[in-house]
């Protein structure tokens, strides 16, 4: 059972675009949503987080969008560089007890220069 | 890096061969989890553990073990690996404080 749903699976951007990527979830228990970067060969690092108290979230050139009403989420990745080129994982999390994370599919990003 | 080591990090064996994967954390985290990465799939939970001793079951268990017997140490066991084992291997540990969960480098296993 897919819980959190994510797209597009791939997705190009010109350097110096607007990357966005999409999440939806279905359990409306999840009260704590991360995004992950992932790069070749390594782990995936937590890049930002929402609380669905609040709409949005932004640190940078990252923002996060969250619509709790739809249970949707989403990245805004402004001013896409090159070396923002990863995959990135949405994920959803209850902060009580185990905290266990549910990740979407993965959106591999490709920035052309 | 939130001080997690995993070993081996690279590994291939033969079908029906028991293996085991090893998470090393320095920092006295309670929570540890290990997790799958599959194409399409993204990160699937196998087992987690809340403490020493203490261990529960994840969304993909089957074929899975796990053991804590000392805090800085979470071991993921094959009993007889399947090709439908290989994958890569995640363990991840929960700050104490806090909500976030940080990964470590990962154990890609090959089962051939």
């Known amino acids: 059972q897919q819980q959190v749903k994510q797209s597009p699976q791939s997705l190009i951007v010109q350097k110096g675009g607007i990357s966005i990527i999409n999440c939806a979830y279905e359990?409306?228990?999840?009260?704590?949503f991360p995004w992950y970067q992932q790069f070749p060969g390594k782990g995936p690092a937590l890049l930002i987080a929402i609380r669905p108290d609040v709409s949005e979230k932004k640190e940078g050139r990252f923002t996060i969008s969250f619509n709790k009403s739809a249970k949707q989420f989403s990245l805004h990745i402004m001013d896409s560089q090159p070396g923002d080129s990863a995959t990135y994982f949405c994920?959803?999390?209850?902060?009580?007890?185990?905290?266990?994370?549910?990740f979407g599919q993965g959106t591999r990003l490709t920035i052309n220069p | 890096d939130a001080g997690i080591t995993q070993s081996p990090r690279h590994k291939v064996t033969e079908t029906g061969t028991p293996v085991t994967l090893r998470c090393h954390q320095t920092e006295n985290h309670r929570y540890m989890y290990w997790y799958r990465q599959d194409p399409g799939h993204g990160l699937r939970l196998i087992h987690y553990?809340?403490?020493?001793?203490?261990?529960d079951k994840g969304e993909v268990s089957d074929g899975y073990s796990v053991s804590r017997s000392k805090t800085e140490d979470f071991l993921l066991t094959l009993e007889s690996a399947t090709s439908s084992q290989t994958s890569v291997y995640f363990c991840a540990i929960r700050q104490n404080s806090g909500n976030t969960i940080y990964f470590g480098e990962g154990s890609w296993l090959t089962v051939v």
């Open positions: 359990n409306t228990a999840f009260d704590y």
């Open positions: 994920a959803s999390q209850l902060i009580q007890g185990a905290q266990k994370l549910v």
């Open positions: 553990s809340y403490g020493v001793k203490d261990t």
